[in-house]
């Protein structure tokens, strides 16, 4: 960070919009807004084709907006890209380099192209990658690669950080180094925006989460919110008995399970198992289960499925 830069945030996007085909075409982001500070993470989930990569693209400054307005530390980074890029880290998903070169060399070649790099050496160091500097890329494996391609993205000491599933094909032992590295960077003052899939990585790396749904942000905010806006869960056998009005909560009723969500899981499931102690019902395979970050994503990714599915279930709201 420099004196320019100390007191902005890194990113920031406003009512971002990104057809295809013009401004009659295909939609992919629809109107998205975020910031990234100084030293911080922000992981950007969701469903395939949910429109990460369109919107990042636009930050990353290789595509323009439709409209809207994205800033890079204080830059256009599609109209200012010659100051906007020096500082930036990309990694995406394919790095796309020479293969006949060396570990080394593309990382000497790569080095070449930036102002002030850090030394080649350092930057194979932190991703572990010093061992196979002479291994000619085409023979490293898919999860090396995906190392070197971090590496790459780290050279030039960048401001702003954008990894594109950073750990997708690496064994535990690299996920974990990468984790780490990751959480380097954002205590150096690093600003990080990873997309990924994995939601135990998100909320093990992520200061916030953005969820991307259709081409809109449909949850964001740190883990803990977007879980507390989603209700536990008491699933159990339909018994032959119909179930009591349990205050707060909205049961569904299949033939063979009952579901039910609750804001307060203890006070739900204290009513629900009195009525069955007083009545003497056995709930068969009764579960309890908090939110989770999985279960809030699922839920947006459901959701349309859930609609449909409302032809098929009985639903009755008991607030
Ligand atoms: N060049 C293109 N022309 C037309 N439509 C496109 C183009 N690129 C992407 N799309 C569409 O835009 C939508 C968003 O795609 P995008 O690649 O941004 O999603 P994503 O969230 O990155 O998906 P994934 O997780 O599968 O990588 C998808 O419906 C996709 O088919």
Not at 41 to 62: H, R, Y
Not at 88 to 97: A, R, V
Not at 175 to 204: D, F, K, P
């Amino acid at each position: 960070m420099n004196a320019a830069t100390a007191g902005t945030p890194a990113i920031t996007v406003d009512a971002l919009r990104r057809s295809y085909g013009g401004r009659r075409g295909f939609e992919a982001v629809r109107g998205i807004d975020f910031r990234v500070d100084h030293g911080e993470v922000l992981a950007v989930l969701g469903t395939n084709g949910a429109g990460k990569t369109s919107a990042m693209e636009v930050v990353e400054g290789v595509a323009a907006p439709t409209s809207g307005r994205v800033r890079v530390l204080g830059y256009d980074p599609w109209a200012d890209r010659a100051a906007a890029r020096p500082r930036m880290g990309i990694m995406l998903q394919s790095g796309g380099f020479p293969s006949d070169l060396t570990v080394v060399e593309t990382a000497r070649m790569w080095a070449g192209t930036l102002s002030e790099p850090r030394p080649v050496a350092e930057g194979l160091e932190m991703v572990n990658l010093q061992q196979r500097a002479g291994t000619p890329v085409k023979q490293l494996s898919g999860g090396e690669r995906r190392r070197l391609d971090l590496a790459l993205s780290l050279l030039g000491n960048p401001e702003v950080l954008l990894l594109d599933e950073p750990t997708t094909g690496l064994d535990p032992e690299s996920r974990r180094n990468t984790w780490r590295l990751i959480s380097r960077l954002r205590a150096a003052g690093t600003a990080i925006v990873l997309t990924m899939h994995y939601l135990h990585e998100a909320e093990e790396l992520a200061d916030r989460i953005a969820i991307l749904h259709c081409g809109a942000i449909v949850r964001s905010g740190s883990v803990a919110e977007i879980v507390a806006e989603h209700p536990s869960r008491i699933t159990f056998a339909t018994p032959p008995v119909a179930i009591p009005e349990l205050a707060g909560s909205t049961v569904h009723t299949s033939a063979t399970t009952t579901t039910v969500h609750t804001a307060d899981l203890q006070g739900t499931l204290t009513e629900l198992l009195s009525w069955a102690a007083e009545r003497g019902i056995r709930l068969e395979s009764l579960r309890a289960s908090t939110a989770s970050l999985e279960s809030a994503f699922l839920a947006v990714a459901g959701e349309e499925h859930a609609a449909s599915a409302h032809d098929t279930t009985h639903e009755r709201s008991l607030s």
